[in-house]
């Protein structure tokens, strides 16, 4: 058994036992106990808050479904095409598939014809034509998300005015989709067309909660079903809502502010050597070409790519906050 055997049945030994921890780990005890305790606090509190806190937690439990899929769980093909949705853009699945195809070939005919060597071409090809697409996706999704949640207050804010001038809550769902421009528009648009074709407001909202998948407009939807289902003053509601977010904006803002030289260090540090490498083996192959061609020099660099993954993602998990 060679070196690369030797890692190879290595690594599937280690992935075996991670997977067999997984499905034997059986739920958080102290989870359960503290769920527990929590239900009982609810049912024999004489406190008024917490009275209030159990009636939304049953009217949230009422208004769930009996069978919820969510939007893209079927099967890859699913998954892609929200992904593609969330973008705002106009992109097919056929569109996709010829891009990251013609990329990846691209990319492999270019290192053939530098290398000479078909697996790293055909390896770094195939990375490339299916990484780069994907990141672009993420990236244009991420930047419909925050165009969604720097209008969103305001559309909310819209409708709270809506509301205490009398208009019906569909009336000024209508109004948002005329007045607000960008995804948030874009968004209430199709609400108000699905709604006009017959479906109520509940269904209409959580078809695009689960289709946007941000938990702002999620929010909006809670507060909404919670609201129908207590009564009260919704115009009141949407109003603390919409504060809660621009104070949620403004601390992803100083949270960002905080952590910026943080991931600038992270970028630098975990872009660095594989900059280097591949300046080194474009200027000069053979000097560095053993890494393509002895098994030592392979599993060494393999470990080492490694090692410099997990490094990497620590630094991003030390340099990420969620709110």
């Known amino acids: ?15 075996i036992l991670v997977l067999a921890y997984t499905l034997l780990a059986g739920p ?41 899929v969510v939007a893209g769980s079927g099967s890859r093909i699913d998954a892609l095409a929200v992904r593609l949705d969330r973008t705002g853009k106009n992109w097919s699945l056929a569109q996709y598939a010829y891009a990251s195809l013609g990329l990846g070939l691209a990319v492999a005919l270019i290192l053939f014809l530098r290398s000479g060597s078909i697996p790293l071409s055909l390896g770094v090809g195939t990375l ?14 991420k930047k419909r998300t925050n165009l969604f949640n720097a209008k969103f207050p305001d559309a909310i804010e ?29 968004e209430f648009k ?16 959580q078809n695009t909660a689960d289709r946007l998948g941000i938990p702002e407009f999620n929010f909006f939807c809670i507060t909404l ?24 904006a403004q ?15 992270a970028y630098i540090v975990g872009a660095l050597p594989f900059i280097v490498f591949f300046l080194i083996w474009w200027i000069n192959p053979s000097y560095i070409g053993g890494f393509f061609e002895d098994d030592r020099l392979i599993v060494t660099g393999l470990g080492g790519l490694v090692w410099m993954s997990l490094g990497a993602f620590i630094m991003a998990k030390m340099v990420s906050f969620e709110i």
């Not at 058994?1 to 992935?15: E, W």
């Not at 509301?163 to 528009?185: I, K, W």
């Not at 207590?230 to 809660?244: F, I, K, M, P, Q």
């Open 128 to 141: 490339v034509g299916a990484g780069l697409p994907h990141f672009v996706i993420g990236w244009q999704i």
């Open 251 to 265: 601390m992803k803002l100083k949270i960002r502010a905080m952590s910026s030289e943080s991931k600038a260090s």
């Open 28 to 68: 958080n005890a102290a989870k359960v106990g503290h769920r527990r305790l929590q239900q009982l606090r609810y049912r024999h509190s004489e406190s008024t808050d917490a009275k209030v806190e159990s009636q939304f937690k049953k009217a949230i439990a009422a208004r769930k479904p009996k069978r919820h």
């Open 158 to 186: 819209l409708l709270v005015r809506g509301l205490r001038s009398g208009l019906p809550v569909t009336e000024t769902l209508g109004v948002v989709a005329q007045e607000v421009d960008g995804p948030v528009g874009v």
């Open 190 to 205: 199709r609400i108000v067309e699905r709604i006009k074709i017959g479906k109520t407001m509940e269904d209409a909202l």
């Open 225 to 248: 079903a919670i609201q129908r289902e207590t009564g009260g003053n919704l115009a009141e509601t949407l109003s603390n809502l919409s504060d809660v977010l621009r104070k949620r």
């Open 1 to 15: 058994m060679n070196i690369i055997q030797l890692v190879l049945v290595a690594g599937g030994t280690l992935a």
